[in-house]
């Protein structure tokens, strides 16, 4: 099974990466991979004259070869990181439709109370339009991400732990499922 994380957020110490991280490791045996998300911004010209750069292809590719796909993200003003939109941008001027019928999980951390639920739901309508197969819930959002983690980047509070176990039971469950 090959599952790819993408976190919407560069920064080093990301809580969102963190996330996907622990999405990785509950979600259990399986292939994964870290899509790096520091990308060109899409420019039509530059897909003109140089054709889909080579970040961008490899990110199509590793979406097109992933079994389930788990997404954290940020929320930033209100809404999804312009990384994350960025890449979608991107991956949807790709040959084909990597996105199509792969079985998807949302998470998300954020600094605010909230922990990104305002990102969850602007990233499923950005999604939408590709066509995946998008996990409705558990809902994992985590309210003041960066202290919710350890120093070995685990997850410190037990009922979140719990809820983002079962999204990745189903998002396997799913993947398990194949196409449909």
Not at 80 to 103: C, F, H
Not at 143 to 153: I, S, V
Request: glycine share 10%; proline share 5%.
């Amino acid at each position: 099974m090959k599952l790819l994380g993408i976190s919407g957020a560069l920064r080093g110490e990301s809580s969102n990466t963190k996330l996907v991280h622990e999405a990785a490791r509950l979600f259990g045996d399986a292939e994964f991979t870290l899509a790096d998300l520091n990308l060109p911004l899409y420019d039509g010209d530059l897909e003109q004259s140089e054709g889909i750069p080579p970040e961008v292809q490899r990110l199509a590719d590793q979406i097109a070869a992933a079994d389930a796909i788990a997404i954290s993200g940020p929320e930033y003003n209100k809404g999804i990181t312009g990384v994350l939109k960025n890449a979608l941008d991107w991956v949807s001027r790709t040959e084909g439709n990597p996105w199509r019928d792969k079985p998807v999980a949302i998470m998300s951390s954020a600094d605010g109370r909230a922990g990104g639920e305002r990102t969850q739901m602007m990233l499923r309508w950005c999604l939408v339009a590709f066509r995946p197969r998008i996990l409705q819930g558990p809902e994992v959002f985590l309210a003041k991400g960066r202290g919710q983690f350890d120093a070995a980047g685990r997850l410190t509070d037990a009922f979140a732990e719990k809820l983002l176990t079962e999204l990745m039971a189903a998002l396997r469950a799913e993947a398990a499922r194949g196409k449909p």
